[in-house]
């Protein structure tokens, strides 16, 4: 079997703190990783709301890199779960970490102890391989698949919510393609949502063209994926409007039931200052597509 991991060449300094040599880029910001990380992937897709509410949830992940979403994820779980439900978070990872450089960076997250102690020892040998990590006193499957990202189109996923963390398109591009974006389309769930970091222009026109709307004056309009499942759009998609000052595109916003103001995030590794890009769609509603 060809092997398809790459070394990240791995680093911690006090400039640029947890960095990839390789891909000149950051893991998460020295400062308020913990914080953005939160606001992008657990606040924008409403995660306590929703797992509250469904018995059986799938997380999938374009990056694992020091597992901090996990993380992040696994304890908003623990603490708003249903009884009886159950957590798949599905992770892939072309570059991934020794267990011995994750321990480095967990000893900077002490916040997270509780979880991160646990994992640690449950974390595999770096070889190419779908590796199952089953934590039982929280009904939590962590399934992490380390190889190619184009190893995606192996799998038949029904996904929830998307995290896409991988590191910036300059810097990684084989992780921001059209491909990856339509297969990203067909393998989420009516109800689902995605979020990033990143808003490159191509990811922006990439998600808009296969996953979304585009605009023409004042009127939106199906992209060519979303026009093969019009259910997606919604009743009102009308509604669907461009709100300045930082908020989000969409009558509903994200999902939640109302426009959100968005935090700012620092410049780092191509990224537009104070903006990502975040997309839901609903069964029942409005289909938003954020850039804030």
């Not at 389309?185 to 979304?212: E, I, K, P, Q, W």
Request: charge should be positive; proline fraction near 2%.
């Amino acid at each position: 079997m060809q092997n398809n991991l790459i070394n990240p060449r791995f680093s911690i300094s006090s400039k640029l703190g947890v960095y990839s040599k390789l891909y000149n880029d950051i893991y998460f910001d020295k400062l308020s990783g913990l914080k953005e990380s939160d606001h992008v992937y657990l606040k924008t897709n409403s995660l306590t709301t929703k797992f509250k509410k469904k018995a059986n949830f799938v997380i999938a992940e374009l990056g694992f890199g020091t597992g901090l979403n996990f993380l992040l994820t696994w304890k908003l779980w623990k603490e708003n779960r249903k009884s009886n439900s159950s957590l798949t978070y599905i992770s892939f990872e072309n570059a991934p970490l020794s267990k011995k450089e994750i321990s480095r960076v967990y000893k900077k997250i002490k916040e997270l102890d509780k979880y991160s102690n646990l994992i640690l020892k449950k974390i595999p040998e770096i070889y190419q391989s779908t590796h199952r990590i089953y934590i039982k006193g929280d009904n939590v499957n962590l399934i992490l698949i380390y190889d190619d990202i184009n190893s995606l189109i192996n799998f038949n996923l029904i996904v929830d919510t998307w995290f896409l963390d991988a590191f910036s398109p300059k810097k990684n591009p084989f992780a921001w393609t059209d491909k990856l974006f339509k297969q990203l389309y067909n393998f989420t769930n009516l109800d689902g949502s995605l979020s990033t970091f990143s808003v490159a222009g191509h990811v922006r026109r990439g998600f808009t063209r296969f996953c979304g709307l585009h605009r023409d004056g004042r009127h939106w309009h199906a992209g060519p994926y979303l026009a093969h499942r019009p259910h997606r759009l919604g009743r009102d998609a009308r509604r669907l409007r461009a709100l300045c000052g930082g908020l989000l595109y969409g009558g509903r916003g994200l999902a939640t039931g109302e426009s959100q103001q968005c935090q700012s995030r620092a410049d780092h590794g191509g990224l537009s200052r104070g903006r990502y890009l975040c997309l839901a769609w609903s069964a029942d509603d409005d289909w938003c597509f954020g850039l804030c």
